[in-house]
């Protein structure tokens, strides 16, 4: 049986369909992202699957209870960290945690031994007397992380666990969660808008978008899944009319199309496109500002099935060739 | 300075300000409340209250002073006479707070006055609030006047004397000068004294406005209420801890106000256990009450400006119609009304109870029932109306 099951899923907010008839199913012990832009309605599903929010149709099981019919079930098979940071400021890392377990009836003999191997699972038990209010954003999304595992929890729904941190930060928290995977084999569902986030850490990943499944699979298959092992990206200046489609006619070139004034080129090798691209360039009197080339990625994936873009930020692996051409 | 920034800030803020029904209440409707609640709210006539009439006399000579009492009863009606055959036992139920004073005609009153044995009745008040005795001694005196020794009224014009002095054989005179001897059953009463009982509870007041209010609010806000609806909490669990955790703080600065408030006043024997214990029970109950009605006041508001925009206008609504600074007797009509579904009029009774008359149980066995029922009923609100859900 699978840890979550979604069937149908859907929830309006009046005329507005928020979620729109989602179904997948997770295995236990599976990280799987939800990979959309914001207002897709990764949180609003995230809500109904950890019983914040009532459906208005479908179904979904957790840990194997109804989020309809048995929510207490739910609640305490799972640990939520939402997107907001809801640990108390005013109280101490340690406070929230003995709070927490409180709350969900761990033994006072077992309490302080457990919060100080959470403590120290995400780097945070040398500031265990610390007030949380002191922290940084990444100290305190840890302190979530941890929080949220106070019960031992089945499953551990996280709702964009890295937006707003710093890259720091943000590679931090994706050590804990391959670690805390890896360690206990917990079954982890996030959601997420950053691509990378999703293609490091996850091993399935749904894309949603305007509240409905677009795409499902591991990020290689998803990858694999276009027609294209690379990516060319510029800024043409001086183009002629008809660039775009003399661009599309080039042997090389797979596909093209244009978002904010850049020109997205799919090919099956990036140095071969380069080099006609440019070739043609010159013979129609356009120049290249700026132009780089990168391996497919899930970005890629979602303009192939929504045709708009997710990019928030440029990754790392990204190669800017454009001071060859200056 | 570009004046077109200026004009953009004060646009904006302008905006913000259409767009907030309830910072529009708070600034031009509820200063109207105040004025009129504040306005009728002192210095009002005290009418209706409670006073018992012990006639040992029951002789002729008594019956002009029942008359003039009841005269008073009728117009303008000051007081409601309350018969007792007792004295010692108005004089329990005065000290229990359920009368405002004892009029005693002892039993050789119409002997007296036959005599003319300088003839007294006896005028027992309640003086922990003195706006109401000053009240009723007022009446009390204007009774004795006209209980007394002829006072010829000027001569109208053309009217012969004789007709004139046809008023010296009233039967609602008498024929010898009375006396009303006045007996304070309480040591003297300071006005900070009278208002401590209201201090304390605006002590709890400003703390479940905080605890019940602002924080629920804010926290709301921020989103930390997010991290308990994901857990096992109940509706009962989340109401209960929120409202008992606020509750307690209550009590706590409830507790401080009692007793620094009470050595400032000088409220005597602050220490006596049985006391104590009885005010700690009252503060109990007081800040469970005040808590769970701003819990119901808040329970569905998300704006964090709400609470605050409201927080005057609450303290004008309950603080004063509650006989805290000015006895509810003197109320018109409405205002009493109020003071009736008032919680802290309950509050301050009890409180003027225990810390000026030491009354014991018997004081405040009555607001301690009508403040438990009252929280009870607003905790089942709560939990009704708390959404567990997003």
New interface residues.
Partial sequence: MDAIEVKGLTKRFGDFVAVDNISFGVPQGEIFGLLGPNGAGKTTLI?MM?????PSEGLARVAGHDVRKDP?GV??S?G?I???????PELTAEENLQI?AK??GVPAGERGALIRELLEAVDLAQFSKALVGTFSGGMRRRL?IA?GLVHSPKILFLDEPTTGLDPVSRTNVWEMIEKLQRQSGLTILLTTHYMDEADKLCERVAIVDHGKLVALDTPTRLKDSIPANEVVEAEFAGAPPGWREALASLPQVLSVSEHEGVTHITTQNGAEALGAIMDLAHRRGASARRVTIHSTTLDDVFLHFTGRQLRDELGSKRLDISHLYK | MKPYRIFALIERDMRKFFRNPALMMASMVFPLVQLVVLGYAFGGKITKVRVALVDKDTGAEALPVRNGLNAIVQDPQTFRLSEYTDLPEAVTDLRAGFLKAVIYIPPDFSQRVLRNENPRIAFIEDNTDTFTASGIFERMQQLQNSLNGPVLPPLEPGQSPASNLAGLFSPNRLPASIDIQTVEVYPYIDYIKYLLAGSISLSIFVTAMIGGGITFIDDKA?????????????KVDLVLGLIGSGAIKGLMAGLVITVIGGLIAGIPQLWEPLRLLYLVLVLAVTSLSMLSFMFLLMVRVSDPLVPRAIFGVLNTLLFFPSGAVYPTAGFPVWLRAMSFVDPFTYVVEALKNLLLKDTGFAGIRLDLAILTGFSAALIAGCILLFKR??
């Fill in positions: 809500r950890t019983t914040l929010t009532p207490d609640r305490t799972i939520v939402p997107q907001a940071l809801t640990s108390d927490h709350i969900y979530e929080r | 921020r989103g930390l209420h997010e991290g308990y609806l994901s857990t096992p909490l109940s859900q997003i």
